[in-house]
């Protein structure tokens, strides 16, 4: 993933002009198509959220856009080929350290680089056929819409160092249903 504006010491950054992106808010979107997929970015989410969307997309309809379903299959495995292919190239970047001084990472940390190890190259390499899939699909489907609309996160942010969060009144991990929208993007 390529971050715009250029950060400091981040090789992964682009020096590139940040675009305005409020500047559009005002534009006639009436030939605007927006792409929705309920079954990956709409499932299991928190009541609040999905009302708080679907809300969003009633908006845009009123204003003039045109919405359309779009089916991405191969995002049900976004997130395991995300936990692969992170949990191993991190565990590659951090290997020399992490043997000579394993005492200099948290216990967590340790836990997942020992993880990233345990990946075969086989589970490596399917993660990647994944992640080939997904960009071929939403190439597709970039063909059709111009734009996805989801939920950044599938419930209401929980307080400021809580590590559990709630959809609806079931509690479930944090950090797993953080990352669970980003899976995609790998």
Same mark, same amino acid.
């Given at each position: 993933?390529?971050?715009?504006?250029?950060?400091?010491?981040?090789?992964?950054?682009?020096?590139?002009?940040?675009?305005?992106?409020?500047?559009?808010? /005002?534009?006639?979107?009436?030939?605007?198509?927006?792409?929705? &997929?309920?079954?990956?970015?709409?499932?299991?989410?928190?009541?609040?959220?999905?009302?708080?969307?679907?809300?969003?997309?009633?908006?845009l309809?009123?204003?003039?856009?045109? =919405?359309?379903?779009?089916?991405?299959?191969?995002?049900?495995?976004?997130? /395991?080929?995300?936990?692969?292919?992170n949990?191993?190239?991190?565990s590659?970047?951090?290997?020399? &350290?992490?043997?000579? *001084?394993?005492?200099?990472? /948290?216990?967590?940390?340790?836990?997942?680089?020992?993880?990233?190890?345990?990946?075969?190259?086989?589970?490596?390499?399917?993660?990647?056929?994944?992640?080939?899939?997904?960009?071929?699909?939403?190439?597709?489907?970039?063909? *059709?819409?111009?734009?996805?609309?989801?939920?950044?996160?599938?419930?209401?942010?929980?307080? =400021?160092?809580e590590?559990?969060?709630?959809?609806?009144?079931?509690?479930?991990?944090?950090?797993? &249903? =953080?990352?669970?929208?980003?899976?995609?993007?790998?």
């Amino acid at each position: 993933m390529l971050l715009k504006g250029g950060i400091k010491n981040d090789p992964y950054s682009v020096n590139a002009p940040v675009t305005n992106y409020t500047s559009v808010l /005002s534009k006639d979107i009436s030939k605007l198509v927006i792409g929705v &997929n309920e079954d990956y970015f709409l499932k299991d989410v928190d009541d609040t959220v999905d009302q708080l969307v679907r809300k969003g997309i009633r908006d845009l309809e009123e204003m003039g856009a045109k =919405i359309e379903t779009v089916d991405i299959p191969s995002l049900q495995y976004s997130e /395991s080929a995300l936990m692969v292919t992170n949990s191993s190239e991190i565990s590659t970047i951090h290997y020399h &350290n992490f043997k000579i *001084r394993p005492l200099d990472f /948290s216990e967590e940390v340790r836990d997942m680089l020992e993880l990233g190890e345990a990946h075969s190259a086989i589970d490596y390499l399917q993660a990647q056929k994944i992640r080939h899939r997904l960009k071929v699909e939403f190439d597709h489907i970039f063909q *059709r819409v111009d734009v996805l609309i989801t939920p950044t996160l599938p419930f209401v942010l929980p307080e =400021i160092g809580e590590n559990v969060a709630y959809i609806n009144t079931t509690k479930v991990d944090l950090v797993k &249903n =953080i990352t669970r929208f980003v899976a995609p993007l790998i």
